[in-house]
């Protein structure tokens, strides 16, 4: 049964997390080529990356730095941004102990190709086949996301999430359908764009929002911190 699940939503779940790639990706996917296979987060086995010329030490645009940017949000648009070859497995940032919070007890990984501009993982309950949530990256800053004309907030107004990390709630109205499948997206900026936990149950949209942003708690301290954690491996 658990198969089923992750086979049925996993598609799913990869076309409505390119809603924002539709809007962004002709810039960043015309620089062509293809993507490194997403690195674990661990530096161990992680190469120095290749940075433009004049590239502030530490800053966002930096993928040597190994500097702790939680709550640095970027306004770098997705043209200019160094990341949409530097994507990693987000599967690997998530642990046996948030999925134990969360109530999940398999992982899977989105997308293995092109340069990535986005990157998910979709986490499933063998037994409730009813929900899914996925944790996202996009390279799109928090501006250009909350700009997508499917996502109708909640509230437009940031809620604190963790440390000083502001989230906003956002209903994905090309997701949702009458009757279900309902979706609430938990969103917020970043040094490398933007991240987000989606919540997607298959029923009810019964306090939604909510879920997804208890969920967006246990996602969110674990979600890449530094420019090092988004380069792929060697």
Known sequence: MGMIV???????????????????????CSSGGGSAEPAPSSSANIQS???????????VLDLNSTKDMTGVVTTVPIGKSPYDKNMPDICSFITPEAMGRLGV?????????????TQTCTLTAALDNDFLISA???VNNIEEHLSVPSFKGESRE??????NVKAYKLTDQVATRPGGPYTCEVAWGTFYGTA???????????????????AAKT???LMPKSPSQMRPSS
């Open 136 to 138: 996202v990256i996009y």
């Open 49 to 59: 990356a290749s940075v433009a010329p004049g590239v502030e030490k530490d800053s």
């Open 219 to 221: 996602i969110g301290p």
């Open 158 to 163: 940031a809620t604190p999430l963790f440390g």
């Open 105 to 117: 007890d398999s992982k899977e990984k989105g997308f293995n190709s092109f340069p990535l501009v």
């Open 6 to 28: 992750r086979r049925r939503f996993g598609k799913w779940s990869a076309s409505v997390s390119l809603l924002a790639v539709t809007m962004v990706c002709a810039s960043a």
């Open 196 to 214: 987000a936990v989606r919540f997607n149950d298959d029923k009810s949209d019964a306090s939604l929002c909510d879920r997804a942003f208890t």
